[in-house]
């Protein structure tokens, strides 16, 4: 199976910049496409088989310090 990646800035040269255009073929809202419109690099984004996947950080990962827990 071959997967295509490509990020928001390239598809936006694609579609002569029309963020809107890019939206709905996306299935997304015309804000997300803005904000990850400068993410050249990919690194909070990824367009995988015409999917928009985002990364959503530390999820989960930190525990809180100097925080008694209860044994």
């Known amino acids: 199976m071959n997967a295509t990646i490509e990020t928001i800035p390239e598809l936006l040269v694609k579609t002569r910049g029309n963020m809107t255009g890019l939206a709905q073929q996306l299935k997304s809202n015309r804000a997300t496409i803005r904000k990850y419109a400068r993410d050249f690099n990919a690194t909070h984004h990824a367009i995988v088989n015409g999917v928009l996947m985002t990364f959503r950080g530390q999820l989960?990962?930190?525990?809180?310090?100097?925080?008694?827990?209860k044994e």
């Open 60 to 69: 989960g990962a930190h525990k809180r310090e100097g925080k008694c827990d």
